[in-house]
């Protein structure tokens, strides 16, 4: 028994991933993890050993898909690629966004799986392994031959994380001016209650401590349904249902912000107060000219709003720099609004001219070199604005999320006022990886914060 696991196990096909973008991604590289999983195949951690790999790409801007194209052609000339041995897929947003001309040019990739055909990944491995290695397709779906899960083996869920995104919805209608994500993902789409419910439980029963709720237009969930529904109620059921997890909201339009939002936030201890607001600009003729609404006095307002219901609340937004139309006078009322704003966490990128996108061909187009240097002056003003405002919790206590130890053996984490990768980490001097320990924040140092 022992020897024919063995050969079964030799015989699986392998497959790595590299994943390109935002969190959005990521979910959707664990879920296709999943169904390889699944089909038959192991997952390999090197992609220099695998008998494919899988380049899941971000489009949304062209810096993204530059950096997208490098990954692939990186991939590419890696021997098991090169000498014809290994796959190569490319998946995510560039297929999505560039279709039939992505595989005219990218001659490179053997097989496209754009954001839209995710779920048949395995079928698209099984073909493109075969022409590659002349290989085997891989073991069916369900129970292996010896009586055991093939998804065991190798399984995303063998090592949980501490924190996992959970995508409630995809695609969007807004469509800005600038974005390209309703062209490359579609239209929107909430996910069913009982989707996103087993999608969560299923990340809490492998050990998951904080659920970071995430889509293209967090605020909207529910509002296509036949019998509409909110983002309200879904973090309130979300919460009760899991009381000892941290539920964290990311991707929230203005409008999105309402009164029955933040009620439910406020009124459960597990639901961070922390709300991530991309306001992209505060001048209502650069909004209306990005297809958004809004203007600084009404932004403001909402900021204050939030703070009068919840004084300790993070707040974090971005902002776009150099968009077009963008003059002198309304630059320097956007650094006023940042260096006045009550933001704890400002993120600043400069505008990215988009073929395909309306505001390719507006009229007043900003340098580029002007465009980066109004973004770094931005950056730097709300780094002078917001460092004090995290030094102000200094002398409060906080709960802190273990996450882990640096190379150095320095223990980290995160408090509810920190979301992942983007808002710093708490250095901590006790605790275990997944445990959530009160501390005293004495000292901080920009955004990061220390606790004891």
Known sequence: MEEKAALQAESRKSVAFVTLGCAKNEVDTEHMRERVVCAGYALADDPEEADAIVVNTCSFIQAATEESLEAVFEAADLPNVADGRAALVVAGCMPARYGADLEDELVEAGAFVPCSREDDIALVLAEAIGEAGNGHAPLSGGPSADGEDAAAEGSPAACAPVSAYVKISDGCDRFCSYCTIPFIRGRYRSFPLDEVRAEVRKQVDRGVREIVLIAQDTGRWGADFSEPSTLAALVSTLAEEHPDTWFRLMYIQPEGLTDELLEAVASHDNVCDYFDIPLQHVDADILRAMNRTGSRAEFEALADRVRRRMPHAALRTT??????????????????????????????????????????????????????????????????????????????????????????????????????????????????????????????????????
């Open 319 to 452: 902002l776009i720099a150099g968009f077009p139309g963008e003059t002198d006078e309304r630059f320097e009322d956007l650094c006023s609004f940042v260096e006045n704003a009550d933001f704890d966490y400002i993120g600043v990128f400069p505008y990215s001219r988009e073929e395909g996108t309306r505001a390719h061909d507006l009229p007043n187009q900003i340098d580029e070199d002007e465009k980066f240097d109004r973004a770094q002056r931005l950056r730097d003003l709300a780094d002078a604005v917001c460092a004090p405002r995290v030094a102000e919790r200094i002398g409060r206590e906080l709960d802190v999320l273990v996450e882990g130890r640096e190379e150095d053996g320095q223990l980290f984490g995160r408090a509810m006022c920190q979301a992942p990768e983007v808002d710093g980490v708490t250095y901590l001097e006790r605790g275990d990886v997944g445990e959530i320990v009160r501390v005293r924040i004495e000292d901080t140092l920009l955004y990061e914060m220390e606790g004891a």
